[in-house]
């Protein structure tokens, strides 16, 4: 019998944690675009201190805002699609990107030194059935996260498309 996951730390809603979350992942992003990926370019906390996942830059506009933000997040591919997850860590709420992206769902990826125009599309059922077990394989907190969490954790497709 499978051990079940821990149960979620208490500390994940206090106050701080999304200011935390905010800072880290703007160093991230200073630290990945300047070494072109070599710093940052791999997740390893969690299950990937011992199997790093490979990271990247995710722009998207503020649906509200018009502002363009960049998120560092892990990733996976599949044939020529790039795969993410809106889990932000088993949080109850979906990530600001993943809103983003629903209003405004054209934007931009980096990898390593690579940037490319991408469409996001949000994984049906039948795809994300299929794409779930992959990702846990690539990292496999998010099966952890998942049980923190009642909501379902979206998983997003990002489809190379011609630059506009």
Known sequence: MPASPPPRPGQLD?????????YAGKAH???????????GGKWR???????PVPTLLLEHRGRKSGTVFTTPLLYITDGADTVIV????????HPQWYH????DPDTHIQVGRDRRAVRAVVADE????????????????????QSWTEREIPVV?????TAS
């Not at 497709?157 to 498309?161: A, E, M, S």
């Open 45 to 51: 906390i969690g299950a990937g201190f011992r199997k």
């Open 157 to 161: 497709i990002l489809r190379t498309r």
């Open 14 to 22: 206090a106050p701080i944690v999304p200011k935390i979350i905010k």
């Open 126 to 145: 039948q795809q994300r059935a299929r794409l779930w077990p992959l990702l846990v394989d690539a990292y496999a907190d998010f099966d952890t996260y």
């Open 29 to 39: 992003v200073w630290a990945y675009r300047r070494t072109g990926g070599r710093i």
């Open 86 to 93: 809106a889990s932000q860590g088993g949080l109850p709420k």
């Open 100 to 103: 983003n992206l629903r209003a």
